[in-house]
């Protein structure tokens, strides 16, 4: 009796599920551009992604900028290079802690009601019913859900990171004393547009891989009355490592073709 692959080597199941999960991607990408495109459900998924995530993610955003800011003056105070505290921080907040921060709360709320939703569906053989009919799922389901994800992301990576920098003014200039005009100074010296754009890329990317990830799980829950759950958790879990590991490369990427700009 042949053994089954996954018992023969330990890691094709997990290769399988990449494969698949890619292969989703790529299935997305492709019917992006099929007409009729879903404009109600696109809206819909848009308007209840905003609002299960605007009210945590600016409440996230405050604390992330006023950590950062209270962190790096306390640094800078004692290297001497408090005019230096405003560039830091709004550099830090713009390039990592905004985009993060949308990734986290797209994958955490967004993310975990788009894959148990999915998950329902296929559970009640909705999903199977659909390509009965020869309607595709990616194309009526997933495809929204993911450009719904990825257009929310960009709008609250924006909110973000305003409301970081608001937050990291406040705690630097009023708690910790900072000057108001060196903060300003330094900002607009070493900052520059491309900053705000790699920001947004990065939430464009992250939002894209949460929709992904998580109608992936929906899609593919595990069997058993738990399945939905188990997919949800799975699917928050996944999207967190994913994203951590694309920060890395489209940051190094980043550093290594845009140079600073000096003082």
């Given amino acids: 009796m042949t053994a089954p692959s996954s ?6 199941g997990g290769l399988r599920e990449t494969g698949k999960l ?8 492709r019917a992006l551009p099929k007409r009729p495109f879903q404009i109600r459900e696109f809206i819909q998924q848009c308007w209840f992604l905003a609002g299960v ?18 962190q790096l003056g306390s640094l800078t105070r004692q290297l ?24 986290l709360l ?37 495809v929204p859900r ?3 994800a990825m257009l929310v992301a960009v709008l609250l990576n924006g909110m973000v990171s305003v409301v970081g920098v608001m937050g990291g003014y406040f705690f630097n200039v009023i708690m910790q004393g900072g000057t108001p005009g060196a903060y300003m100074a330094s900002f607009g010296a070493l900052a520059q547009l491309s900053d705000v754009w790699i920001g947004e890329i990065k939430a464009l990317c992250f939002g894209f891989i949460a929709g992904v990830v998580a109608a992936y ?40 073709i845009v140079p600073p700009q000096g003082m």
């Fill in 7 to 12: 018992a023969r080597f330990p890691g094709a």
């Fill in 22 to 29: 890619f292969a989703l991607a790529l299935d997305v990408l």
């Fill in 53 to 70: 995530t605007i009210l945590p993610t600016a409440l996230v955003a405050i604390p992330f900028g006023a950590v950062i800011a209270l």
């Fill in 80 to 103: 001497g290079a408090q005019s230096f505290t405003g560039a830091a921080s709004v550099l830090a907040i713009i390039q990592q802690a905004s985009p993060i921060v949308t990734a």
């Fill in 106 to 142: 797209i994958a955490g709320a967004g993310g975990s009601a788009i894959c148990a939703d999915l998950g329902s569906r296929k559970i009640r053989e909705e999903i199977d019913a659909m390509e009965v009919l020869g309607v595709s799922p990616i194309h009526r389901l997933v």
């Fill in 146 to 148: 993911v450009l719904s």
């Fill in 217 to 256: 799980r929906g899609l593919n829950p595990p069997p058993g009355p738990k399945g939905v759950g188990d997919a949800v958790n799975q699917s928050v879990v996944i999207t967190f490592l994913l994203l951590f590991a694309v920060n890395f490369i489209l940051t190094t990427v980043y550093l290594q």
